[in-house]
């Protein structure tokens, strides 16, 4: 699943448009439609989008051992 599929489930899950999430990051709807498909977000465009909508972004390597990184 590509990052912007996550989003995309993630605005559902959060009844939350995409136009609506874009405007709380303020940004214009078609900005953020046109980053959805280039399919790229930096971790801070992630930390952002977890803090409007108010859930937990995680990011970690996980090792083949269960230990994280």
Do not use: H, W
């Amino acid at each position: 699943m590509t990052i912007s599929e996550k989003i995309k489930v993630l605005c559902v899950r959060c009844k939350v448009s995409e136009a609506e999430l874009a405007r709380r990051l303020g940004k214009s709807p078609q900005s953020f439609n046109a980053k959805m498909r280039r399919k790229y977000f930096s971790i801070e465009d992630l930390e952002r989008i977890s803090k409007v909508l108010n859930v937990t972004f995680k990011r970690t390597f996980i090792l083949e051992n269960g230990d994280e990184v």
